[in-house]
């Protein structure tokens, strides 16, 4: 039975679950300040990694991320087709590299553990890497290959999730939720009063959940926001006709024990993150935060030198205790939690929204769903 | 007897030039594409350094900017109250710090050679430098302090000399100058085809003068972009009551043979800079450069990590081949230049209208100054 639905939060996820749960028949809302324009999927570089973000003693995430990642071709064909416009979904892969011999060491340690869950990546020599990579520095020690990770331009994507929600009918209003006034049928109050509703509602606010009230019955774990900067860099003068890019896969680096990336786009631009930070709900841009990331980019990419510097800016991730995310009906009526998706929003929306879906019309959940449900 | 005198250029120099010349009695009209809001001049720091950017080999050189440092308090004076708005003129002093013992050693040599021309600087050892500025790093080695390099704040100079230049009565004409038709009252000819003039012309264009035809009986030298980054940082959320500011005064620093200042401003913002690169007349930010002067900034003063990334820019000085500017009358029939400030363009604007006021009254000038004539 088709249904109202309200859905709190403008990001990937908001709008996946919107659009999924428009085409399935249902009438929906979204309700945020600034859909498709603010939050941290904007801030993000549209990585779509369940390899080389399984980290270890979460095998659990992990396979809900191959999961994820299973469904994105499809979800990125039927995305494409509805909107009308390309997302820049790039299933080249990705290859990690090692800085210095204790980065090397570290990474070997990775790939056993890859290995232990029979995930696909490969030790590569560092001129294999660079067979791979040409614009990797000389200094690198060595790598991994994993064909696996790829990406998404999770701008366009973001654009093209609320092209399809328009076309698929779905209405929008521009504003914050303050609070849930639960009951069987819920309403949404507004930080500028106006109520919303009756109707379902799907709690899709990222960073922004803490701030929602009336929600102490539902179950949510504690979401903290977790600060990351990321840079945006460009070739000189704009994409030129003609010249090579100077990258055309993402690569990840293990610099001195830090983490770094590098996402090429089809425009020649490179997204260069993240720095994890907690440092509560401040996204302002700072000095050392876009210092590091320099530093770390150049010591395996030196050509980024030359780039331009075309945006910095931060994020804020929204986190749970065991970095896992939250879905399914919650403690109070009529309200579905579909939060706390950390750093995989972008690989993680097929799959919430697909699930958002069967919660919603009543549908059985897989055991790997299932168990994602508040407590 | 008054003339009509023409100012190429909405620089710092052609605003000097252009307020001074209408104070003296003079009918002036600026022409320049954005007078005050673009250029070298918005993106500088504002130091007024005779003594800390003396440099070997420049003798004659450092007269002039002594000379020019001289002028700045009533000139400062005079433009507040003409303006009616505050310039952060400050004459704190600046401390020069080197971080390893062979910036420790590049900086004695040049301790000497200011010496040698009589300059005021005197060795610190580190903690006297610390004493001075308590957010210095601890690795710094020592350095130098000098109280007679001062600075301006730089875009409010600007906007001051922009309302000071109304104030008095000067025209202004948006647009470039694409030639000059000479002539004993020359013309100017403007890139969409728009004739000025006739009328005495005064060319204080910048780094903009080579683009400028017509001119080639003057006998000016060549006048090359020189490319300089500079960052501007700031307390994070802004300026707030009660903290105390990161810095006090001007430090430079001498790290690892690069050269970097962090100029502070009364807000608690610091500007960072500056690369000098020849890399003709991109204005484009380079990641590469925004690094280098993050690296060598937080090296003396680690402290900036905390402060917010507001700013990013570069800017093109105009050079001489000898870094002198050219000041005096042109081959040219009826063209003063005052042309090729390189990077003392801020300290030199009070001598340089002083000067043209000088030439178009044709009064005799300071010896010191009939030696910046076109050749």
Known sequence: MPAHVQVVGGGVIGLACAWELARNGHEVTIVAPAPGRDGASRVAA???APVTEAQFGESALTALLLEGSRLWPAFAAALEGAAGCAIGYDTTGTVTVALDASDRASLDDLLAYHHSLGLRAQRKSASACRALVPALSPAVRGGIEVPGD????????????VQACRAAGVAFVEGTVSAVDPGPGPELVLADGRRLGPGLVVLAA?????AIAGLE???????RPVKGHILRLGPQGGPRAGSAPLLTRTVRGL??????????????SVVVGATVEER???TSVQAGAVHELLCDARAIVPGIDELELLEAAAGLRPATPDNSPRIGWTGTDGVVAAVGHYRNGILLAPLTAAAVV????????APLIEALAPA
Chains 1, 2 share one sequence.
């Open 206 to 210: 990222g960073a922004g959940v803490p």
């Open 150 to 161: 790829h990406q998404v331009d999770n701008r366009a994507l973001l654009d093209a999730l």
């Open 46 to 48: 549209g990585m779509l």
């Open 280 to 282: 509560g709900g401040d």
């Open 358 to 365: 069967d919660l919603v019309g009543r549908r059985p959940l």
């Open 255 to 268: 610099v001195r024990g830090h983490s770094v990336y590098l996402v090429p786009r089809r425009d020649g």
């Open 217 to 223: 019955g539902a179950g949510l774990p504690t979401v």
